[in-house]
């Protein structure tokens, strides 16, 4: 784990996965409405729950991931899986990875087959001697009661400045510094934990649009995503980031405080943001960023091949291209042998999760061409020839 948990509070420590038997109870009635909406789309009504810790009911104590750690310890969740916690819908694809999270979640038992996988279950095994909680066997099942859940481990990477940015991305960011806040206190609302079990529209959710009208209003091209910075066991940070065309900046949606601006390629940092919540943030602990799906990133938003591993991927609604055309393309220069680059594209939106999120798609054809064949540039209506007959157009996902 990268850094000791320190002076961790009190408070600290219900993050970090020190709780009581009435906590547990709530904790597993709170996994019961989370997961009656994704298997039957059930919502839990407004006001049906909240933790009896008042403290608890706030934006960044969020238990929808806190068994992922331990599940990957115990090899039942891969660290590459997109989980989609976070916007699961009703019909969620993987059965073996959502029963391991809906009996950990609902019932706080975590099953291992010692025959089909020996490995996890020694981890386990050593996990339940380590903890002196219960357990039992059937066959070749070890399963464990009350397992104490892992924290996230790690080592937090320094970030990288953005050595040099223009005049516009600078003053799109001098006014979200100085409207942060005020886009925060407006978005006041419903934390991330209540909004998955009743569908309501998160703080986090209006925060992100408030930020997107702020750049609209001002003329600013910085394209939001949603990141979530996961610390401890039930700790989970809601962030906003904006992408611009020279660098990046983080925002914390419970705040409005910014960080940044950050080099394209530079890693995620929670440190700044994390450190004005030192009364639940112990300084140093490990911090882990999942994505809107669920992936686990450390990078900011870009363009990727697949959106989530575990869901049905609906409709796309494609932006409508002028009559007749489909497709719009552009030369990207000529290639070291010769011939002419070549891109063609097609943008459009998708939605999902409860309560719905928007992400970006588009569609993109890689049509090389010879070096006496020019690019047919503008809007066409693929396959044009030239340049693309047959064009590989896979489909991306900006998150």
Partial sequence: MGGGLGSASAQSSIYYGEIDETLRAELMQWSTHYWDRVDTGNKAKVGDFAFSNAALNNPLFNPVRAVRPTLEQVNLVSASDCDGMAALQPGWGNTAIADAFRDAMKHWKISTDSAADPSGTATHVGLISGSGVGWTSQGNLIISDKLPWSPVSGTNAAPTAATSISSSTQAAINKLITVGSIIASASAGTSEAQSLITGEESHATRFERGVRETLAGGGWQG?????????????????????????????????????????????????????????VYSSGSAVEFYSGPGCATTVAARWRNTFCMFCTVPPITWTPPPPGMAYFCFTTGQQSDGSIGCTCERHGTLVYGTPPVTYRVREVCDCGTGAATPCATGWVALPPTPPCTVPPCPTQYWY
């Fill in 223 to 279: 394209d939001t995503w949603r990141v979530d910075a996961v610390f401890g066991v039930f700790g989970s940070l809601p962030l906003v980031g904006v992408m611009f065309g020279d660098a990046y900046v983080l925002l914390d949606s419970t705040n409005g405080n910014i960080d940044g601006p950050f080099a394209l390629t530079s890693v995620l940092s929670p440190d700044s943001l994390l450190a004005a919540h030192s009364q």
